[in-house]
């Protein structure tokens, strides 16, 4: 129902300047806010400025402005120079900006929810007159249950789209759209890396949007890297774009990864290592299959991933960039490292949680693949059999995620021949009979591996472990088979 002021008394309209005034001005500092904080102009604002501010922030939003800065409004508002002057009786853009750049976006939900409480009691109001005036309807209801029914039900719809704002309510029935996609396997979209991977990718379904996947490791054996080469490059290699949250590794660790990764996997060229680039020890021809791996990387990625690099655990942080680059087509987003805002407070488990359910929110809202690298705990480094519960001050965080794996450099004593040989092998299939067998095969002494588990999947079969041989000089992993660990 349309707010009209002058029907409103002076009592329901306390502080509603305030109100109003410090939600707009946050939609205007942080413009993403949008997208989570809908409101209908009519039914939501009271004052004509409010309303008018707030379908000009959607407007420009909605054109591709994501930050409003004082030039960027003004050249949008050369188009509607009404409205500019209409903005310039009450102080200009300049002012506009300043007075949103005091708002502390941070309490978003606080000034989100003044007005809906507000706006509960004008509608509360409104009812009351509505009850008065149908008092001869009621009087004539059969029993006093319709009475209290007729009631409930003005006063239930007045509150619900108010107080249910963050509810998603879907009655069973299967259309045959729904029904279309189930049997093209379309149910659940999903962002494959079997071109490396296949076995995992097959177990875990991939990079299903709207869900997280989390990766795990001990401290020094190599998440970014994993997550890189095996994750990262296959998205972009398909053309999505993947925003990359780090708050370890700089933006150039991963390109010097990226590089040996086109190197290798496009140009099958192997002689230059990330050691040579690193130390620019590179011959006339290095440098001519650099020059290609600029023109691949320039003409088949460029844009591909967004990274951003900060030296903080503030979640909210993290949250704003995903809403924003979802926006701008990002449907995989990288969040390495996750880590506690507070490390050194003994309730760093309780943030962990917390942060990890707000991300989890988060990629479902935007429907985004969320990918969270994650350590293993220094006591549980040197065991062979890792699972959730070795995690790093947050054991439960594992119940928010879809798809967890965790992995490890292959111990010398586990590989063939050794105390605890993890007996690699292949399912093999017989051609004559159709029955699988394990291929069994060795792991070479002057190479190294890594071992994932596969210790949880909502998609697939979980418990399973999966080898791989690691080329560090390159950044590169190549899936093997299965492997066998030996419990601690």
């Excluded at 990274?307 to 969040?335: Q, T």
């Amino acid at each position: 129902m349309e707010k009209i002021r002058a029907n409103i008394p002076e009592k329901y309209l306390e502080n509603r300047d305030t109100i109003e005034g410090r939600l707009i001005l946050a939609f205007w500092k942080q413009p993403e806010l949008l997208d989570e904080y809908k409101l209908n102009p009519k039914d939501d604002l009271v004052n004509e400025d409010s309303r008018l501010l707030y379908n000009l922030a959607v407007k420009m939003y909605e054109s591709g402005i994501i930050e409003f800065d004082l030039v960027s409004v003004e050249t949008y508002l050369e188009k509607y120079p009404q409205l500019l002057a209409e903005i310039n009786e009450n102080g200009g853009v300049k002012e506009l900006i300043r007075s949103a750049n005091t708002i502390n976006t941070v309490n978003i939900e606080n000034y989100y929810d003044d007005l809906l409480k507000a706006n509960y009691l004008i509608d509360l109001y409104f009812t009351q007159k509505q009850l008065v005036s149908d008092f001869d309807k009621m009087k004539n209801m059969t029993d006093s249950l319709c009475v209290a029914d007729y009631v409930e039900h003005l006063v239930g719809e007045c509150a619900s789209s108010k107080i249910m704002k963050k509810v998603e309510v879907n009655e069973l029935y299967i259309s045959d759209q729904l029904l279309d996609e189930i049997i093209q396997g379309e149910l659940i979209e999903t962002i494959s890396f079997g071109e490396y991977a296949p076995k995992l990718n097959d177990i875990v379904f991939g990079l299903p949007l709207g869900m997280t996947f989390m990766v795990s490791a001990p401290s020094g054996n190599g998440k970014s890297n994993f997550i890189t080469s095996m994750m990262i490059y296959p998205a972009i290699k398909q053309g999505e774009i993947v925003t990359l949250i780090s708050n370890e590794l700089g933006y150039k660790q991963y390109l010097i990864m990226l590089i040996t990764m086109v190197l290798t996997r496009e140009l099958d060229y192997y002689k230059i290592t990330r050691d040579k680039i690193l130390k620019a020890k590179l011959t006339a021809e290095d440098i001519e299959k650099l020059k290609e791996a600029q023109a691949f990387i320039n003409n088949n990625y460029k844009g591909g991933i967004k990274f951003i690099n900060y030296n903080s655990s503030d979640i909210d942080i993290v949250i704003r960039n995903m809403k924003k680059y979802a926006r701008l087509g990002s449907r995989v987003v990288v969040y390495d490292t996750m880590k506690s805002p507070n490390s050194a407070n003994e309730r760093a488990w309780a943030d962990i949680i917390e942060a990890s359910k707000l991300l989890t929110y988060t990629c479902q809202e935007t429907n985004q693949a969320l990918i969270l690298s994650y350590q293993i705990a220094m006591h549980a480094s040197t065991k062979r059999f890792l699972t959730g519960a070795d995690l790093s001050q947050g054991k439960q965080i594992k119940e928010m995620i879809t798809n967890h794996i965790i992995f490890r450099y292959l111990k010398p004593d586990e590989y063939s021949g050794e105390r605890y040989d993890v007996k690699p092998y292949r399912w093999k299939r017989e051609e004559t009979s159709g029955k699988t067998y394990k291929e069994y095969f060795k792991t070479d002494p002057d190479k190294r591996y890594i071992v994932v588990y596969v210790e949880k999947t909502r998609n697939g079969e979980d418990g399973k472990h999966l080898l791989y041989r690691f080329d560090g000089h390159h950044a590169t992993y190549t899936e093997l088979g299965y492997c066998t660990v030996v419990p601690d």
